[in-house]
């Protein structure tokens, strides 16, 4: 059984540019959140998708934005980058099941640099 | 977004030594999370705790929720090189984490 992936593993980009994350939930899970934890950092939380909607944000612009497909996998967008946004994305999988909490399991992350 | 308060913000100790690090945060949690992230990894999470005054042991992780509910303490005993990472405790849902504590084990 595979756990949640990410792709790619690292990657170079340049101010100005987009770039577009990707993540496979854990077998079974329907919940995705996306996390930007920066170098010394905790993990921030980006937004959380459940049934292809947004269904919580958290304190990030407009530039970064998602989807989630009906195989309930997700992307993560960041359009107009900034040095700032060079960090470890993390993607993390968990399903609603109507619980109070719901362990999330979390991918090995995507390394982006911005230039 | 809010961060909660983690200390200490390092720790080197010697293999076989206990280690304590807390959280504190300056609303009510009705959950607390521990983590530890490996290099090249994503968090894991070690203990999570639902209730004030909870105390959960995961072999030689124990974890406490504070009465006030307000703050939260892991201790790790008799430690292990393998016990070295980055412990996070987290808030509610894991919307917000901690700045984590490092931990350097020494054989």
């Known amino acids: 059984d595979a756990g949640v992936t990410q792709s790619p593993t690292h990657l170079i980009k340049t101010r100005g540019q987009q770039v577009t994350l990707r993540c496979s939930p854990k077998?079974?899970?329907?919940?995705v959140s996306w996390y930007q934890q920066a170098l010394g950092q905790g993990p921030q939380f980006i937004f959380q998708y459940y049934e292809e909607e947004e269904r919580q944000r958290g304190n990030f612009p407009d530039r970064f934005s998602g989807h989630q497909f009906p195989n309930y996998s997700s992307e993560l967008n960041v359009n107009a980058l900034l040095l700032g946004d060079s960090a470890l994305y993390l993607c993390?999988?968990?399903?609603?099941?109507?619980?109070?909490?719901?362990?999330?399991?979390f991918g090995p992350g995507t390394r982006l640099t911005v230039l | 977004g809010q961060q909660l308060n983690q200390s200490p913000q390092s720790m080197f100790i010697q293999e076989g030594e206990d280690v304590s690090m807390n959280c504190t945060s300056s609303s009510i949690f009705n959950t607390w999370l521990w983590y530890k992230q490996d290099p090249g990894e994503g968090p894991v999470l070690l203990i999570a705790l639902y209730k004030a005054g909870e105390l959960t042991s995961n072999g030689r992780l124990t974890a406490q929720f504070g009465i006030t509910r307000k703050d939260s303490f892991l201790n790790i005993s008799a430690s292990i090189p393998s016990d070295v990472g980055i412990y996070f405790c987290?808030?509610?849902?894991?919307?917000?984490f901690g700045a984590g504590t490092r931990l350097t084990v020494k054989p």
């Open positions: 987290a808030g509610p849902n894991d919307m917000r």
């Open positions: 993390a999988s968990s399903s609603l099941a109507g619980l109070s909490y719901n362990e999330q399991f």
């Open positions: 077998s079974g899970h329907d919940t």
